[in-house]
Antibody, heavy 122, light 107 residues
Framework: QLRLQESGSGPVKTSETLSLTCAVS??????????WGWIRQPPGKGLEWIGDYYQDGKPEYNLSLESRVTISVDMSLNQISLRLTSVTAADTAVYYC??????????????WGHGILVPVSS | VLTQSPDSLAVSLGERATINCRSDQNIQFNSNNKNYLAWLQQRPGQPPKVLIYWASTREPGVPDRFSGSGSGTAFTLTINNVQAEDVATYYCQHWGSFGQGTKVEIK
């Protein structure tokens, strides 16, 4: 069974870099059956797509975050990483990693991690 | 862009809840006639969970009181015989776009 577990270094100060990792178990992140994504949810608000990492190694990002975000993978550790630079209070959110099936079943995230709250403050 | 309506609704136990999702573009793929629209349920304090994909296909284990319909640009999630455990916010999703969410409460 596929499981995703987010982890990070805790609260982040304004203008610094947010770094999160997502440990994947139950499947290899190099599997062509999956695309890996990050989504966030500010407290009390809706879901916002951050970006996806595709198996061709070419990530796609939300245009509103593209200049500040990097999604990468570490095949040896079977984990996905998220970096968001120059954060502000508006980046305070629960951050989720999620998996998307490829092929006909694509288009939505089938499995989600439990999420991690990252507060940003001065 | 996906737009849901209403933003919230309160229903009595055992009644029906209807949530709408409208896309600003046709999301039916010509190659396979599938509508790539999913419905997610997010209970308080929990991550989202997929209920329905391809607009009307239930994920295994999802109660059959949940059903999805629609095609092209207009979609509906119907919850028949609403139960207490259905209190949640429901989102539609198409690739990297989410609706704003509809909060379902018990009257």
């Amino acid at each position: 069974q596929l499981r995703l577990q987010e982890s990070g270094s805790g609260p982040v100060k304004t203008s610094e870099t947010l770094s999160l990792t997502c440990a994947v178990s139950g499947v290899s992140i190099s599997s062509s059956d999956y695309t890996w994504g990050w989504i966030r949810q500010p407290p009390g608000k809706g879901l916002e797509w951050i970006g996806d990492y595709y198996q061709d190694g070419k990530p796609e990002y939300n245009l509103s975050l593209e200049s500040r975000v990097t999604i990468s993978v570490d095949m040896s550790l079977n984990q996905i990483s998220l970096r968001l630079t120059s954060v502000t209070a508006a980046d305070t959110a629960v951050y989720y990693c999620a998996s998307e099936l490829t092929g006909d079943r694509a288009g939505h995230y089938a499995d989600w991690g439990h999420g991690i709250l990252v507060p940003v403050s001065s | 862009v996906l737009t849901q309506s209403p933003d919230s609704l309160a229903v009595s136990l055992g009644e029906r809840a209807t949530i709408n999702c409208r896309s600003d573009q046709n999301i039916q793929f010509n190659s396979n006639n599938k509508n790539y629209l999913a419905w997610l349920q997010q209970r308080p304090g929990q991550p989202p969970k997929v209920l329905i994909y391809w607009a009307s296909t239930r994920e295994p284990g999802v109660p059959d009181r949940f059903s999805g319909s629609g095609s092209g640009t207009a979609f509906t999630l119907t919850i028949n015989n609403v139960q207490a455990e259905d209190v949640a916010t429901y989102y539609c999703q198409h690739w990297g776009s989410f609706g704003q969410g509809t909060k379902v409460e018990i009257k």
